[in-house]
Antibody, heavy 114, light 107 residues
Framework: QVQLVQSGAEVRKPGASVKVSCKAS????????MNWVRQAPGQGLEWMGW????????KYAPEFQGRVTMTRDTSINTAYLELSRLKSDDTAVYFC???????WGQGTLVTVSS | DIQMTQSPSAMSASVGDRVTITCRAG??????LAWFQQKPGKVPKRLIY???KLQSGVPSRFSGSGSGTEFTLTISSLQPEDFATYYC?????????FGQGTQVEIK
């Protein structure tokens, strides 16, 4: 069955960086864009961007441009989201979502606090 | 950015009610719209894609309609498991944008 398994919760100080992983199984990893979506506590969904695992091409939401990097490792069917210069309002659950957002990871809570 | 405005933001309804949620786009998005359901503490679930196509495995009481700037999600007969927050998403132009969500609560 299709699964996206994300890395565990992270705590960072303001100004630091965080890297979240998303391991895919049960489908052709390179066949579908991998989206990243975040959700601040008690808030709605926010699209951050996608990576095409086939060629590493990326598209980022302007809000995150310059702070976000999406990468992938096709040898282990894993996508990564790195967010730098973290601020307190980056505290959120970060989701990966593939297969046209039919399949979602379980979410990774990133807490930014001094 | 294309703003997606959902209405209402929250509603109370009873089991068996017909429920309609509207999503308005700030500019035309053809039919590049999806609907998602999210229950507390859970992952979003895609219900509808291309504005009106039912995702496989989703009950037929869910339906979507619309094109251009106005879209609706209808639940024909609300069931206990349908109490959740619903989001629309436009993927017509970048950045893709979600509506703010509609929370459907038990009356």
């Amino acid at each position: 069955q299709v699964q996206l398994v994300q890395s565990g919760a992270e705590v960072r100080k303001p100004g630091a960086s965080v890297k979240v992983s998303c391991k895919a199984s049960g489908y052709t990893f390179t066949g579908y864009y991998m989206n990243w979506v975040r959700q601040a506590p008690g808030q709605g969904l926010e699209w951050m961007g996608w990576i095409n695992p086939n060629n590493s091409r990326t598209k980022y939401a302007p809000e995150f441009q310059g702070r976000v990097t999406m990468t992938r490792d096709t040898s282990i069917n894993t996508a990564y989201l790195e967010l730098s210069r973290l601020k307190s309002d980056d505290t959120a659950v970060y989701f990966c979502a593939s297969r046209e957002m039919v399949s979602w990871g379980q979410g990774t809570l990133v807490t930014v606090s001094s | 950015d294309i703003q997606m405005t959902q209405s209402p933001s929250a509603m109370s309804a009873s089991v068996g009610d017909r429920v309609t949620i509207t999503c308005r786009a700030g500019q035309g998005i053809d039919n590049y719209l999806a609907w998602f359901q999210q229950k507390p503490g859970k992952v979003p679930k895609r219900l509808i894609y291309a504005a009106s196509k039912l995702q496989s495995g989703v009950p037929s009481r869910f339906s979507g309609s619309g094109s251009g700037t106005e879209f609706t999600l209808t639940i024909s007969s609300l069931q206990p498991e349908d109490f959740a927050t619903y989001y629309c998403l436009q993927h017509y132009s970048y950045p893709w944008t979600f509506g703010q969500g509609t929370q459907v609560e038990i009356k």
